[in-house]
């Protein structure tokens, strides 16, 4: 094993047992780089972004290390580790330079930035490199392209989900840009007081939806209604591990004992809104799920026995093997 998954194997650790050690659960081990160090880490997003980094993101990387030694295919899981750490690093880059610990910024600050850029390189080298699938269909392809959407009940649920999430992205996102709309002003006051919790990150990440999320969310859109698209059998997936790591957060933190009172959920709406949270996070991931299961919908057609004169055969449609 080469010295950088190493590395990157202690970190995840590393933040396994800051988030234990500032929930009591061990003591000793940390304290010293809670004082000096990153003492954002002790917030109740940072505590829940270093759950998600040394649990999920530790086991992301045991499965590609072992994937890698096998010499099989890692691209999907690869993709999906790239969205979730990207927006994990993003948020917390930023939450940190805008929230209230912008005026303390510490050396150790700026190692983040390393970690930034590990998974925007990740991801680039995988988009760029070929499919492990073919991107040209043939029967299959021509006859699932040719359903309208209302023929397709699991694309309709999908597209309705998405602009549901679209539109729930608007209002945060007009909520976090403090805009003086009625309906802003309610949503924040009676459902959700944690997008203004001083820390900063509730508030970057529902810019980081409003203005990243939101076009991904309407490219989906247009990737369900539209055949051929290639490219969602890559962009699903990265858009998945984004969210699922960004709403693991959120929602964790306006849970969490170190969020103030006046912040967290009020218990009048509280199934509400979180159910609503936990819908939105689980859509991209069904988006993710049915392109990557049944891909046909989404490949070029290329021309077939029976349109170039030759005669039909079943046997010479596209077959698909998991590499």
Known sequence: ???????????????????LEYDGIVSGFMEFYQKTGEPYLGTAYGIMMCYWDGIAHFIMYLVMISRITDRRSYRTLGL??????????????????????GSDIRPAFWLNFLFLLMPVFGAITLFTRPKDRPLIGGYNAQHAQTMKLIWRPLDLILVVLLLAAMAFTILRGLVALDSPLEACSIYLRQYEPYLKDPVGYPRVMMLHFFFYGLPVLGALVYGLLKPGCTWMSDWSVFFAGAMIQCQWAHIGASLHPRTTAPYRIPDEVFWSVLAANLLYAATPIAVAMRVQSNPYFFLKIAPFPGQTGLPNSEEKDTKYKEK
Do not use: E
Not at 2 to 9: G, I, R
């Open 80 to 101: 999906f580790w790239a969205g979730s750490l990207t927006a994990n690093m993003s948020v917390f880059i930023a939450g940190i330079a805008a929230g209230k610990y």
């Open 1 to 19: 094993m080469s010295q950088k998954p190493m590395d990157t194997l202690v970190r995840v650790k590393y933040f396994d047992l800051n988030a």
